[in-house]
DNA sequence: GTCTATAGATCGATAGAC
DNA sequence: GTCTATCGATCTATAGAC
């Protein structure tokens, strides 16, 4: 019952790894990189701090580690949401209802962008892993969505793809991430609306 | 030559207080909250740790001082930039011209907003702060406008506000922030192009 | 008011036993 | 590999001299 005091097996290959990942993501998602002890992570994972040196290296390469490995898994999730198919102007209005009710309502979501951007000035480099695994490859899907359809008469597909989905995710910073709902309430459904309308505003209709 | 050593007359009122918050705003945009220190802010400042403890009370109320005297400033900045007049197409393309030129090529403005999101989990009250100050003016100028103009054919001003700013603000992030136009080059006036393009799809021509 | 000096806690990282 | 114990540095905050 009580887990083996290990001898020669060796049953736990990745285990402490894993533990020691979910327990480093727990604190720094709650507190930030330079608000997060080693201590708390050893902690958190139920390891002990030196477990997490000779896996790690150090506190910087544990972030590393942490956040490519979040990325990823954001990557896969936000790539179903970008398949699209059918009728344009269900698509747009599907494509922004997924993100904004899957990404607003997500805390983990949330917290883990609030991250990436709390840390992308002493972190350059893990702000780009998300930018190249995730806004990269949901941008070239829309993008390639517009420019496939010229009936939407769009000039500037590339530019459009910007204006969607930045407009989408700037009202998810603003009304959960800086707390603006109390302040600026809107209706998710209202931002939809006006999207869709301007997307489709050069169709032939 | 060398400062008086005082012991009378009190010449420097707020003196060491200014002195302090530009000490201290350099420490917090270098380093972020957790990442600075009191001892680093009295250096940089010039003074005692001991008289930054008296005029502000603890490392918080520093913080909390330093980014009300900030978003005063930006509001300031901003609400100047939002000032419209003339017709349609042009101050909305000004008004995008200037917030892509002014605030990306602003370091200090980029720094701040991205303390501002990195503290906005722990400090909720610093964030809405910033909503309320610089994001809501700027808003309801712009919502103000687009309302007042009805042969724009604007179904939601209030929607298409948000539109507007975000994606303009959400550019920024991604090029700036995160170190984007690294991996996602997009020329602004693509941006802006594209942005007038669509708020004007409704007018009459 | 402003300083020096320091308390008391916590930090990142490591040595050494097993 | 994993642990305990600890080092040296640094942290926030304060006491006490001037």
């Known amino acids: 019952m009580a887990r083996a005091k ?46 997490v040196y000779s896996h790690f290296g150090d506190k910087e390469g544990l972030f590393a580690a942490l956040v490519e490995g979040l990325a990823k898994k954001r990557f896969k999730i936000l790539l179903d949401i970008a398949s699209p198919a059918g009728e344009a102007k269900i698509v747009l209005r599907q494509l922004a209802e997924t993100l904004l009710n899957q990404v607003a309502e997500d805390a983990e979501h949330i917290t883990f962008m609030r991250m990436i951007i709390a840390e992308s000035g002493r972190f350059p480099n893990l702000a780009k892993i998300f930018i190249r695994h995730i806004t990269l490859p949901v941008l070239e899907k829309l993008i390639q969505y517009l420019a496939s359809h010229p009936e939407l008469n769009i000039p500037d597909p590339e530019a459009a793809a910007r204006i969607f989905l930045g407009s989408v995710v700037q009202f998810i910073i603003i009304q959960e991430i800086l707390h603006g709902k109390e302040i600026i309430p809107l209706d998710k459904e209202r931002m939809i609306d006006s999207l869709t309308h301007f997307m489709l505003s050069g169709a032939g209709k």
């Open 6 to 51: 290990s001898s020669s097996v060796s049953e736990s290959a990745g285990e402490k790894v894993e533990q020691i990942l979910k327990g480093a993501m727990q604190e720094f998602l709650a507190h930030g990189y330079a608000g997060t002890s080693m201590d708390r992570v050893a902690a958190a994972a139920g390891v002990s701090k030196a477990t």
